[in-house]
């Protein structure tokens, strides 16, 4: 249930989550009614800011299309920069080299491994696979390499890393032992849904239920750390900071700020912990439908 909140009139930081929260069910529009109301807000005075999951050149051309004028928060906070301002403080938390190398290097990960990618530290994406999700959802029409991933890696560390694997639970779930027995102290993730071209040739994308993704983060590169460094960069007390978003990743945000909201598309396990949940889902507005009531905007 929304809350009806007319006199909202200090000044907010709105963090937004783009896929599932913001964008259409087509992963690649944003929603108008979504980019109204944000553009509204902005005008008023608040912060708008984006944190994602996707890489930083994937999100840019939806920071471009709102307009926004903040910093931008990428690989699931892996990397903080201000796309306008290149004298702004830029934030970094990679996944070492020798981690992303052990990793590969496990058997298990080995034996069933279908495809994988890397965004190296200077935020270039390399990948065994060009399909549309990769084109769509991290690559968005911008330069990749594809090939063998490990050798133009070389010795970078990395911001983020994305193993695709069949959606065999006994198979994943020995994966996923693996990856929080073995490597607990260095990283963090949480899995995925693939996608696929709803009909061949096409860019509209639908769930995949044959193939899962695991992302793959530094151990302490997350949402929520990244709203409290952005927060405090604006001089925004957390009680005063929005979060929307839609899935585990956005968990530690929502937990974080004064008040972290659930599209109603979100999966449960985020549901249970947010402080509200929005009436609609992302491609019908939800997150407009809510700061629409929250700021006691014209309907």
Request: proline share 2%; glycine share 6%.
């Amino acid at each position: 249930m929304n809350r009806e909140i007319t006199e909202n009139k200090e000044s907010h930081l709105i963090i937004v989550d783009l896929d599932g929260t913001l964008l259409n069910r087509d992963f690649s529009t944003l929603n108008q009614k979504n980019k109204k109301v944000l553009q509204e807000l902005k005008k008023r005075g608040h912060k708008i800011c984006i944190a994602t999951g996707r890489n930083y050149f994937s999100a840019l051309p939806f920071y471009q299309e709102i307009g926004l004028d903040t910093f931008l928060i990428t690989y699931n906070g892996a990397y903080i920069n201000h796309p306008l301002k290149k004298d702004s403080p830029t934030v970094t938390i990679p996944i070492a080299n020798s981690v992303v190398r052990d990793i590969l290097a496990e058997k298990i990960v080995k034996d069933n491994l279908l495809n994988f990618m890397v965004d190296s530290i200077d935020r270039q994406s390399i990948s065994t696979s060009d399909d549309v999700y990769y084109q769509e959802i991290f690559f968005n029409n911008n330069p990749y390499i594809k090939g063998d991933v490990l050798q133009h890696l070389g010795e970078k560390d990395c911001l983020q890393l994305v193993l695709e694997f069949p959606n065999e639970e006994r198979k994943i779930n020995q994966i996923i032992s693996t990856l929080r027995k073995k490597f607990k102290s260095s990283i963090t993730f949480y899995c995925g849904e693939k996608l696929k071209a709803e009909q061949e040739g096409e860019k509209i994308l639908v769930l995949d239920r044959e193939k899962l993704i695991i992302k793959i983060r530094n151990y302490n590169a997350n949402k929520g750390e990244a709203a409290k460094l952005v927060a405090g960069y604006y001089n925004t007390p957390l009680l005063r900071t929005i979060a929307f978003g839609n899935d585990i990743n956005d968990m530690e945000m929502m937990n974080k700020v004064g008040i972290g909201v659930a599209v109603s598309n979100s999966v449960n396990n985020l549901k249970a912990y947010v402080h509200d949940i929005t009436e609609f889902d992302s491609h019908s507005g939800g997150v407009a439908e809510y700061l629409t009531n929250y700021f006691g905007l014209d309907k």
